[in-house]
């Protein structure tokens, strides 16, 4: 399994705007939902947003109403627009498959993880 590359981080002060970009593989995308995860030093990573094949999107409660998550699927490209961030928003951004369930998202458990993309806001 390739693993995706992850791009678009940067410092930026709180209330900015960055856009992240997820190029992955043709036989990830394709059919499959993807999502967004992060990880701060010390905690688990969590998956923050995701995106059915069809276009059905789910959010965790976090980044409801300041982040959404498109995918372009002729390109095999995963997008997280990122508004009104906040400090507590700094981490580093991953992407990878993800599982819809009627309860929320059910995360990747593979091995297969990108380098991701760090994220950085100041107060």
């Known amino acids: 399994q390739v693993p995706p590359v992850e791009s678009g981080g940067g410092l930026v002060q709180a209330g900015g705007s960055l856009r992240l970009s997820c190029a992955a593989s043709r036989s990830d995308f394709s059919r499959n939902a993807m999502g967004w995860y992060r990880q701060t030093t010390g905690n688990q990573r969590e998956v923050i947003a995701g995106i059915h094949f069809t276009g059905g999107t789910k959010y965790s409660d976090s980044v409801k109403g300041r982040f959404t998550v498109s995918r372009d699927n002729s390109k095999n490209t995963l997008f997280l627009q990122m508004n009104n961030l906040k400090p507590e928003d700094t981490a580093v951004y991953y992407c990878?498959?993800?599982?819809?369930?009627?309860?929320?998202?059910?995360?990747?458990?593979?091995?297969?993880w990108g380098q991701g993309t760090q994220v950085t806001v100041s107060s």
């Open positions: 990878n498959t993800v599982t819809f369930h009627h309860a929320g998202l059910i995360p990747y458990r593979g091995r297969s």
